[in-house]
């Protein structure tokens, strides 16, 4: 019996258009995927029954159907931190084309679909394990309605830029059906050596060893009682973000990040600075954290070794700029 093997799988996504949960357009690459894990819950509920002399289950009822998931990836573009942001601006041309991203609230709805419900920027992922060209052989599941829960963006020294992309969905539709089309991006990922953590004074933190990066939309997915079993439009709460940093401590900063914005307590800027130099053209993002609080400085003493500090910011507002050479972020 033929098996799924993993170099023929493929996990790529759609853009939403009209009606939340409704794909349009063509397949669309994610990045270089290291890992998809899709968590489904019908949330069964066991019943017993008084009166029916067992002791056994009487009924198993079918429950909320809940669908969440995780992409790991190494990016070569940021279209899912536009996604995360919720809104983005398309421009320049000819290339390198420009994307605009920032935060919205509640009371903002996606350009792409309509409704008294109009969802925060939603996409659709199709996670796809073939064994043959044909129908009726192939595991491919839909997962539609798809909002970003969190991004988180990680670097550490000697290794490509890590993302975390986590996601609420309204369902995950089956079939057996042809693998779908789609071009891959041959481009290289980022790398940490292309990483740069700017302080409030414009420096460089020229010792940086790993960061890691998360926004928090905290999405909850309702339950209404409307007759229908799966999630209604995911709902953002309060959005959370988060910088930590692991740093070799040097006399020339020690001072300014213990005194002056730990203990000081003293509000500043960051910026993020991920920037392929080598690259032809411009393919880089900018992300600007305003705001900025330093609610943690962790530094131990032990007997060997360089002296390590752990940073932890938490941003009060973020945007972010990219440039590379795809011309829209949004609707393709």
């Not at 029954?49 to 190494?74: K, L, M």
């Amino acid at each position: 019996m033929p098996r799924y093997m993993n170099d023929e799988s493929q996990v790529s996504f759609r853009y939403e258009s009209g009606t939340y949960a409704e794909p349009s357009g063509l397949f669309h690459w994610v990045g270089m995927v290291q890992d998809h894990t899709i968590d489904e819950s019908e949330n069964i509920i066991p019943t017993r029954i008084v009166g029916t002399a067992t002791r056994n289950v009487d009924q198993f009822i079918d429950g909320p159907r809940d669908v969440t998931g995780t992409i790991n990836y190494f990016p070569q573009d940021w279209k899912f931190l536009a996604f995360a942001l919720g809104s983005n601006v398309d421009g320049g041309s000819p290339q390198p084309y420009t994307h605009t991203m920032s935060e919205v609230n509640s009371d903002d709805g996606y350009a792409f679909t309509s409704g008294t419900l109009n969802p925060f920027a939603s996409f659709t992922i199709v996670d796809e394990k073939v064994q043959t060209a044909g129908d009726g052989e192939n595991f491919v599941r839909t997962i539609k309605g798809a909002v970003v829960n969190s991004i988180t963006i990680r670097a550490t020294q000697g290794e490509p830029v890590n993302v975390d992309l986590d996601y609420n969905a309204q369902v995950s539709a089956f079939s057996s059906g042809t693998k779908s089309s789609i071009t891959a991006d041959t481009s290289r990922p980022y790398l940490w050596s292309d990483t740069k953590l700017h302080l409030a004074s414009g420096l460089v933190l020229q010792t940086t060893k790993d960061f890691s990066f998360t926004l928090n939309n905290n999405m909850e997915s309702p339950h209404y009682v409307n007759g229908s079993r799966v999630a209604s439009v995911p709902l953002p709460l309060n959005r959370d973000y988060e910088l930590t940093a692991t740093i070799d401590l040097t006399s020339e900063k020690s001072k300014e990040l213990y005194d002056q914005y730990f203990q000081g307590g003293s509000t500043f800027n960051m910026i993020l600075d991920i920037n392929q130099f080598s690259a032809v053209g411009s393919k880089d993002v900018l992300i600007s954290m305003s705001g900025c609080k330093m609610i943690d400085f962790e530094n131990s003493t032990p007997m060997e070794g360089v002296s390590e500090a752990t940073l932890t910011v938490q941003p009060t507002t973020v945007s972010a700029l990219a440039n590379d050479s795809i011309q829209l972020y949004n609707m393709e």
